[in-house]
């Protein structure tokens, strides 16, 4: 595919964190791209493995300059913060986000590119826009584990909406592309933010500046180091289940629904509506009557049958935590 005239300049933004193992490859995946990147740049969070030292490396050997990020405090940030950290950093009209131990297609830039002009030509470049693709798994070895992500997961990548987006995250970061205009609305990240792809998501959606490309542009790794891996919805259903009877039900179901809610209320109270961020508050009502009929009312759901029942029963035995 040639996107000719459309091509414009974008930097890929990279997290490390102990990716001695499979740095190299991620690297050359992204050098090699038909669509170089004007810059890598890359945070690593006190890698206690050989990671800088091979980042060190491919800055003297690299046609693109790679630029690594001074160490921030004496602890780990975590993905998101690091993440944040890249995007506050970052410069390009277009931005990449790049996981340290996956395997790109060569022409994933350009595919994603390509879907990011026809958004803009759709809605213009002042609106936060984020496109993004499905993905293959496969394991630490790259043998071929699933030909897809969101098949998988059982999730409807379509569903773009503020609070479909807020109820059930569809957007991985590592196959993402954003604008500029959603990398400035986005900062900073709120206190609140459970994830930073899924914070991403929730800027763009509210612009209704989402585009989805069903066919997988990368290879995603699933090792024991995972961040946050892919394991299939019936085995992470059961998991939950599992967790609410082994220890303290209560506990359990509060942690489940209430970041996600947080997360969208802190949405809210920043870039509103305020009709909006003010239903919303009342799914912390004591009252479950009134936690119920607001989320009706809001037509909160999740992918799937079993995943709105156990949202719905969730908030009907239990307030969410307020913070």
Known sequence: MGVGSVVKTYEVVMATCNGERFVDEQIVCILQQTVVPQRLLVADDHSSDRTVQRLRYWQ??????????????????????????????????????????????????????HQMALLEQRLGSERSLLVHADLRLIDAEGRALSPSFHRLQGLK?????????????????????????????ALPFPAEAVLHDWWLALVAAQAGGLAYLREPCMSYRQHRTNVVGAVGWRRQLLLRIHGVVARNPRAVVVRLISPGLLQVRAFLDRSGPTDLAALWQLLWSYSRWVRLSTALRLGLRKHGLWRTAGFYAALVYCRPSGH
């Open 157 to 185: 990548p379509e569903r773009h909406g503020l609070l479909e987006i807020g109820m059930q995250n569809v957007v991985t970061g590592c196959a993402s592309m954003l604008n500029r205009a959603c990398v400035l609305q």
């Open 60 to 113: 003297q050997h690299s046609s693109v300059p790679i630029e690594l990020l001074p160490l921030e405090g004496l602890e780990r940030l975590g993905s998101c913060r690091n993440f944040e950290r890249l995007l506050q950093a970052s410069a390009a009209p277009y931005v990449m986000l790049a996981d340290q131990d996956d395997l790109w297609d060569l022409n994933k830039a350009e595919r994603l590119l």
